[in-house]
């Protein structure tokens, strides 16, 4: 077993431990690409346009022993910028984006060197700050100085810090837990949304389903779960025949109003039928504009704006595609007109995701007064109107997982948010057509699932 720990490590046990134990144990072959998106990363090309008035020197080596021997050299240099360089340390291998020198006392003399990770989310995420503590402890084995703070670069070239310190505590605990199981020791399998980043997901979900694990269910907590385990209830299939009235008295910390929820959704999921609990109020038209967004993260870029307008008895899918890179601004114009032209209609959307861009959209190229505004007063968010008052036969409500379960079927058989990344990366590469028209056949079938949902729930939940 590879006892090799990386920043990746972090992130995927931070997602779900399983994978490090799956990729520990089983064979598999790493994809560069699909591992920078789940890391937040950009492309190299778009991490060279950022760094370009930072001069940079570069680290390229046939290995990482040799790529380690470079980055050591030119920190010994006095280096003030090191993109892509290595650092080992026993079977700990550190790859931040960047080392930047600063003022201080180190092994090299009067300076010491930082880690910064350019990132495309402009959030600062836990698993980053891990990542950060990490390459922090690799740097003091190095230049015998623990920095204190860790850096993360946004696309626009800002640079933000955080204390590491804060983190410390939670990298500990992380790194133990990778050690465990580097060591051979798994840990009791929990499933969650963010199981579905693995290559290893359908392991993960088909030992749930197996052993009927409480984390079958949608949304549930582990210290619900733990609480139920105390009371003696480690299946769905037990929880699913208790009362909730009785249930309540022998757990504490959960109501009784939360129990009954848990219980109906034990029984939808032994079932395998959905339970409506109450009334969905979508708006009373039929006219609707159907949106989905589809983005490059690697480039931080919103490429295809996609809507499918419903009227009458009919509806008509509308692209508005940047073919290129530089397009993004124009495609977003397009959109804007031709939501500027069917006014008062609602916005559908599946998630909150849609409307975080039109925001992020309209401060980089701009809007009209008050678009943004107004595109939030018609929206319909489909999953937040189901949750209130269905429960799905599904451990998970994505827009796939439903509208499947309602028998809508995507076209393509890989169909997924992270292969349109990778057909749209293709497209600009290789001017593949039929690249780009996966893409947008993906986003028809988006828009479509999301309409075909909405219209069952209006069925069903009057």
């Known amino acids: 077993m590879s006892k090799r720990i990386t920043k990746q490590s972090f992130y995927r046990y931070l997602k779900c431990p399983s994978w490090i134990w799956f990729d520990a144990t089983l064979p598999h072959r790493e994809d560069a690409m699909r591992a920078r998106v789940q890391d937040d990363a950009l492309i190299q090309e778009q991490e060279r346009a950022i760094l ?27 280096a003030q910028s090191i993109y892509g360089g290595v650092l080992l340390h026993g079977h700990w291998v550190a790859k931040p984006d960047l080392f930047e020198r600063v003022s201080g006392k180190s092994n090299f003399g009067d300076y010491y060197y930082v880690a910064c990770d350019i990132k495309r989310s402009r959030h600062l995420k836990d698993e980053y700050c891990v990542q950060g503590a990490f390459y922090a402890e690799v740097l003091r084995g190095i230049q015998g100085m623990k920095p204190k703070q860790g850096y993360i670069m ?62 079958r269910m949608n949304r549930i907590w582990r210290s619900e779960v733990t609480a139920l385990n105390d009371a ?110 069917r006014p008062g209609i609602p916005v559908y959307h599946y998630g909150w995701y849609e409307q975080d861009v039109f925001r992020l959209m309209a401060e980089r190229h701009g809007a009209p007064e008050g678009f943004v505004d107004d595109l939030a007063e018609r929206s ?75 219209q069952w729930a209006k069925q069903r939940a009057l």
Not at 52 to 74: G, M
Not at 308 to 322: K, Y
Not at 427 to 439: A, Y
């Open 232 to 341: 003696g209830i480690t299946t769905v299939t037990e929880l699913s025949t208790r009362n909730a009235d009785l249930l309540a008295r022998g757990v504490p910390g959960i109501t009784q109003e939360r129990l009954q929820f848990l219980i109906l959704g034990a029984k939808a999921l032994l079932d395998g039928k959905p339970v409506v609990l109450g009334k969905i109020d979508f708006p009373k038209t039929d006219d609707a504009l159907v949106v989905d967004i589809e983005a490059d993260p690697l480039r931080d870029l919103h490429y295809l704006f996609g809507v499918l307008d419903v009227h009458g008895q009919g509806d008509e899918f509308h692209t508005f595609l940047a073919e290129k890179q530089d397009e993004e601004k124009a495609a977003w114009e397009a959109f804007v007109a031709f939501m500027e032209s």
């Open 52 to 78: 370009v008035t930072r001069k940079s020197i570069e680290i390229s080596a046939e290995s990482e022993d040799e790529a380690f021997a470079k980055t050591v050299e030119l920190m010994k240099q006095g």
């Open 380 to 454: 319909v968010d489909v999953l937040e109107r189901l949750r209130e008052a269905v429960i799905f036969p599904l451990s998970f409500y994505s827009l796939k997982d439903i509208a499947q379960f309602l028998g809508f079927r995507w076209r393509h058989d890989d169909a997924s948010g992270l292969n349109s990344v990778l057909w749209y990366e293709d497209w600009l590469r290789t001017g593949n057509r039929e690249m780009l028209n996966d893409v947008l056949r993906y986003n028809e079938d988006d828009v479509r699932a999301t309409w075909v949902v909405r």
């Open 154 to 215: 946004r696309p626009d070239g800002t640079v933000e810090a955080y204390i590491l310190e804060e983190y410390l505590t939670k990298f500990r605990l992380v790194l133990d837990g990778i050690e465990r199981i580097l060591e051979g020791i798994r840990e009791p399998h929990f499933l969650t949304s963010d199981c579905k980043q693995s290559p290893w997901f359908d392991e993960c979900k088909n030992e749930t389903i197996a052993s009927d694990h409480l984390s």
